[in-house]
């Protein structure tokens, strides 16, 4: 299975696009042998167990195909599971592949941070000391990952995106918009904090809101969503209002995804990468910069998003997204 590249998703690759990749084996390592295969579930951006995002890891999936994995996914209906491969390049960690229910996605945020955390805490990968740097081989491209630890064990994990942001206008007004979102027209915010697409890998309309409040009124409405937006770059829709609930957070944010079959998601990684780029075109210095994001508060899954972006001349040179995961449980699949 080749990665996907940056120059593959400069123009927004769809979801749908991403669907049209034939399964190749590894050629480092060969089926093993030993089954069932097993599995372990983590609560992702979040320090409190039944909080944060929710994950499915297989750490070693090596002999399952594309379908399996998907038929897997949608049995854990989780917003996201991930696949572990031996890495096709040996500089690198390990190779993941990421499954919604609605099919694989080139790169998201809570499986990439959760699968290292859970790959270090039962050993498959090793932690050097306080700090230990992996590299992920995603479909996006190479992801490095910094596993902070705490005691000999991940306390800490983040990214560092594989593509830096490339941004584009929205197909619909902000009057569609608000009427999709159940929202008046002067929730949304205009001038230079209007509504934008902005991709690290995966594309997701970015929609400024005025409050918290206006967030937490938020619902997204499907018919209006199936005209405009499905099968387009933007039609994963992250609404957001710069005023927290938490002591410590700048963020609140909502991520809509009927696409992939995620009404919405509690932590979304991939987002708040965007976000990040978002925020920092529109800061007016250079340096690191950095906020932090609550999201899934509504749902009752509150989730912890601590994002940075580096600026050089005013230009975006980096991107990173971490936060904290919480291992709930080990299993084995039967039967396959």
Request: with cysteine; charged share 20%; hydrophobic share 40%.
């Amino acid at each position: 299975m080749r990665s996907r590249t940056a120059s593959d998703l400069a123009g927004g690759s769809t979801l749908a696009d991403v669907q049209r990749r034939a399964d190749r084996p590894s050629l480092l390592a060969p089926t093993p042998a030993t089954l069932p295969y097993t599995f372990y579930t983590a609560d992702v951006f979040t320090d409190t167990l039944f909080g944060g995002n929710q994950l499915g890891v297989l750490p070693d999936a090596r002999g399952l195909t594309t379908e399996q994995m998907l038929a897997i996914t949608r049995e854990f209906n989780y917003s996201e599971s991930t696949f572990v491969f031996p890495p096709e390049d040996p500089k690198h960690t390990r190779r993941v592949r990421i499954f919604t229910p609605g099919g694989e996605v080139p790169f998201a945020g809570h499986p990439t941070v959760g699968t290292a955390h859970v790959l270090a805490a039962i050993g498959e990968i090793r932690l050097t000391g306080p700090e230990t740097r992996i590299v992920l081989e995603e479909n996006v491209g190479p992801v490095p990952v910094l596993i902070r630890a705490r005691d000999g064990k991940p306390d800490f994990a983040q990214l560092s995106v594989a593509m830096l942001p490339q941004v584009s206008n929205p197909p619909v007004a902000r009057a569609q918009l608000a009427e999709m979102l159940s929202l008046d027209v002067a929730d949304l915010l205009d001038g230079e904090y209007s509504p934008q697409t902005v991709s690290c890998g995966l594309p997701f309309l970015l929609v400024p809101l005025r409050d918290r409040k206006a967030v937490a009124r938020s619902r997204l409405r499907l018919e209006p969503w199936e005209r405009s937006l499905q099968g387009t770059p933007s039609e994963l829709v992250m609404v957001f209002a710069a005023e927290a609930e938490r002591s410590g957070s700048d963020i609140r944010a909502r991520m809509y995804g009927p696409s992939v079959n995620v009404m919405e998601d509690p932590a979304t990684g991939s987002a708040c990468a965007c976000l990040a780029g978002y925020l920092a075109a529109r800061t007016p210095r250079d340096g690191t910069l950095r906020w932090v994001v609550e999201q899934g508060f509504e749902m009752g899954r509150p989730s912890i998003l601590e994002i940075e972006a580096d600026k050089t001349a005013g230009a975006i040179t980096a991107v990173r997204v971490g936060g904290r995961t919480v291992l709930v449980s080990k299993g084995e699949l039967l039967g396959i």
